[in-house]
């Protein structure tokens, strides 16, 4: 089993930054690779960001790219989400998850999921 913490949601303005951190533990739990996704009110998970398990590879949603970035530090067993330049359209809930089954953009393909930290962007 793998438990995910996610920390670091906070309610900012419009062009501020925040780091999401996700804690993982358990067996195996530095050797997965790792997704962000979030959702916000009404809607359905959305995919943000992708990391593979030895960092060498990444991904990112559209609207994200080129103002977040995903990283990884094995030795501490955390994943990070840097988020720059927020838009109000950023608010939502973010989780991270481990251990994708197939299409990574997916998120029910994911085996073990955090529970989730809010990230309001006010204008």
């Known amino acids: 089993q793998v438990k995910l913490v996610a920390s670091g949601g906070a309610s900012v303005q419009a062009g501020d930054s925040l780091r999401l951190s996700c804690v993982a533990s358990?067996?195996?739990?530095?050797?997965?690779?790792m997704g962000w996704f979030r959702q916000a009110p009404g809607k359905d998970h959305e995919f943000v960001s992708f990391?593979?398990?030895?960092?060498?590879?990444?991904e990112y949603a559209d609207d994200v790219k080129g103002r977040f970035t995903v990283s990884r530090d094995n030795a501490k067993n955390t994943v990070y989400l840097q988020m720059n330049s927020l838009k109000p359209e950023d608010t939502a809930v973010y989780y991270c998850?481990?251990?994708?089954?197939?299409?990574?953009?997916?998120?029910?393909?994911?085996?073990?999921w955090g529970q989730g930290t809010q990230v309001t962007v006010s204008s």
């Open positions: 990391i593979a398990w030895s960092g060498s590879r990444t």
């Open positions: 998850a481990a251990n994708p089954q197939n299409d990574y953009r997916v998120y029910t393909n994911y085996i073990y």
């Open positions: 358990g067996e195996d739990s530095v050797t997965y690779n």
